[in-house]
């Protein structure tokens, strides 16, 4: 089974639409992450969390907002979803500090925005 | 702000050339670097490096990190067509939990 799960993987929206995108992990990290991914744009972080009651806005927050709803779970929404969302987005998660700054990936959801 | 640049953007080989890719940045008290493959969907990790100047090596893989100039290099030997990937590089801070990564190389080897 793997250990960073998403749902869901694919999924069409229309415009003003809210819409949440699940994380699950097994891994028991208590670090997790969302990011998406456009093309030759990379990936960049949309919100992280280093705990249930530690919630960080990243680099590009604006139009989502993520729930922490337990140590395994973290979810992202749009609450009105918009065209230019449309993107590749990853959940990851990364151990507690001294284990390594490597971040396992959940397989993505693409979502696209009509 | 943290920055990286990984170059060339793209590149296209024959199986069985070796290709280099590389990866520069800019990052406030550095403390890792780190390289994934990407695949279909996930990235996939590669290699972590901390210390300039020591090679991290997996089979035809390995990569190298130079502190002083800021700059690492990912190698593959002897391509495949198994190797078609984009590779992402990312960059650590001391004190940050967050990465920082490249716009990616998108590799495609062909037969």
């Known amino acids: 089974d793997a250990d960073v799960t998403q749902t869901p993987r694919n999924r069409i929206t229309k415009t003003g639409k809210r819409i949440m995108l699940e994380c699950s992990q097994t891994?028991?990290?208590?670090?997790m992450y969302w990011y998406r991914q456009d093309p030759g744009l990379g990936l960049r972080l949309i919100y992280y969390?280093?705990?249930?009651?530690?919630?960080n806005k990243g680099e590009i927050s604006d139009g989502y907002s993520v729930s922490r709803q337990a140590q395994a779970k973290f979810s992202l929404s749009l609450e009105s979803a918009i065209p230019n969302q449309t993107a590749l987005y990853f959940c990851?998660?990364?151990?507690?500090?001294?284990?390594?700054?490597?971040?396992?990936f959940g397989p993505g959801t693409r979502l696209t925005v009509l | 702000e943290d920055k990286v640049v990984q170059s060339p953007l793209s590149l296209v080989v024959h199986e069985g050339d070796t290709v280099t890719l590389n990866c520069s940045y800019e990052?406030?008290?550095?403390?890792?670097l780190l390289w994934y493959k990407q695949e279909k969907k996930a990235p996939t990790f590669l290699f972590m490096l901390?210390?300039?100047?020591i090679e991290k090596k997996s089979g035809r893989l390995s990569s190298i990190l130079d502190k002083k100039e800021l700059f690492s290099i990912l190698n593959i030997t002897a391509t495949q067509t198994g190797d078609s990937a984009i590779y992402l590089c990312?960059?650590?801070?001391?004190?940050?939990?967050?990465?920082?990564f490249g716009k990616g190389t998108k590799l495609s080897v062909i037969p």
């Open positions: 891994k028991g990290h208590d670090r």
């Open positions: 990851a998660t990364r151990g507690t500090s001294g284990s390594g700054d490597e971040q396992f």
């Open positions: 969390s280093f705990d249930v009651k530690d919630i």
């Open positions: 990312a960059v650590a801070g001391a004190g940050s939990y967050q990465l920082t």
């Open positions: 901390t210390s300039s100047g």
């Open positions: 990052v406030t008290n550095f403390r890792s």
